[in-house]
């Protein structure tokens, strides 16, 4: 699986979005960009994924660059509740595991 | 993920003990991870199994470690002989099959003393 690059932390505005980037410049065609989040050593939550189309779902919006070299998650309208660490995963469509880098720690601040 | 159920969530062994630790995958699924977050540091994956084999156990520990996934029931992951090094958290994830997201239980965490 290709390596992900994330910041190590990031502070967002309550109810400001939160814009997460993660670089993959070695990412390979058949290898999807999944993001999860980890709240206080939680379990991992999923959170959404995407080829090369943009993705929405209820939680978040991913933005794929047109060469796929890079992503950026972005919550609408940042809580509290999302202060957790976000993994930014590159995983091959058969793949048996989830390969987890360092992520990004976002902190929401009232 | 309430789906994917874990227990004990937090377990406490003398070194040499052995530990058990439980995994029932959300209804419908048949593919069951592992992985293990040690303190400080990421989680790295452990074990993939579907029901009665395992699948991939390339980041199982040589020696000690071992997991199952029965026809019928919970999958289990046994530490034999724990050592304080095995104090972590353990995680596991179902999926209904190998191409779609998994999700994770809210894990076990092991305090070997």
């Given at each position: 699986?290709?390596?992900?690059?994330?910041?190590?932390?990031?502070?967002?505005?309550?109810?400001?979005?939160?814009?997460?980037?993660?670089?993959?410049?070695?990412?390979?065609?058949?290898?999807?960009?999944?993001?999860y989040r980890?709240?206080?050593s939680q379990?991992?939550?999923?959170?959404?994924?995407?080829?090369?189309?943009?993705?929405?779902?209820e939680?978040?919006s991913?933005?794929?660059?047109?060469?796929?070299?890079?992503?950026?998650?972005?919550l609408?309208?940042?809580t509290?509740?999302?202060?957790?660490v976000?993994?930014?995963?590159?995983?091959?469509?058969?793949?048996r595991?989830?390969t987890?880098?360092?992520?990004?720690?976002?902190?929401?601040?009232? | 993920?309430?789906g994917?159920?874990?227990?004990?969530?937090?377990?406490?062994?003398?070194?040499?003990?052995?530990?058990?630790?439980r995994?029932?995958?959300?209804?419908?699924?048949?593919?069951v991870?592992?992985?293990r977050?040690?303190?400080e540091?990421?989680?790295?994956?452990?074990?993939?199994?579907q029901k009665?084999?395992?699948i991939d156990?390339s980041?199982?520990?040589?020696?000690?470690?071992?997991?199952?996934?029965?026809?019928?029931?919970?999958?289990i992951?046994r530490?034999?002989?724990v050592?304080?090094?095995d104090?972590?958290?353990?995680?596991?994830?179902?999926?209904?099959?190998?191409?779609?997201?998994?999700?994770?239980?809210?894990?076990?965490r092991l305090?070997?003393?």
């Open positions: 699986d290709a390596k992900t690059t994330q910041p190590p932390s990031m502070d967002c505005a309550e109810g400001r979005a939160a814009n997460l980037p993660c670089n993959h410049s070695t990412i390979s065609g058949n290898e999807y960009v999944y993001w980890q709240i206080h379990g991992p939550q999923y959170i959404i994924h995407g080829l090369k189309n943009n993705e929405t779902n939680m978040a991913l933005i794929i660059t047109e060469d796929r070299k890079s992503s950026t998650l972005i609408p309208h940042a509290l509740r999302d202060t957790a976000y993994y930014c995963i590159v995983r091959a469509g058969s793949a595991q989830l987890f880098g360092s992520g990004t720690q976002l902190t929401v601040l009232p | 993920n309430a994917v159920m874990q227990n004990p969530r937090h377990l406490v062994r003398r070194r040499g003990q052995e530990a058990r630790l995994c029932s995958p959300m209804k419908g699924h048949s593919h991870y592992w992985y977050q040690l303190p540091e990421g989680l790295k994956f452990m074990v993939y199994l009665e084999n395992i156990e980041g199982m520990p040589k020696e000690r470690f071992s997991a199952e996934f029965p026809k019928e029931g919970p999958s992951l530490i034999q002989q050592v304080r090094g104090s972590a958290a353990y995680f596991c994830a179902s999926s209904p099959d190998q191409n779609t997201e998994a999700f994770f239980g809210q894990g076990t305090t070997v003393v």
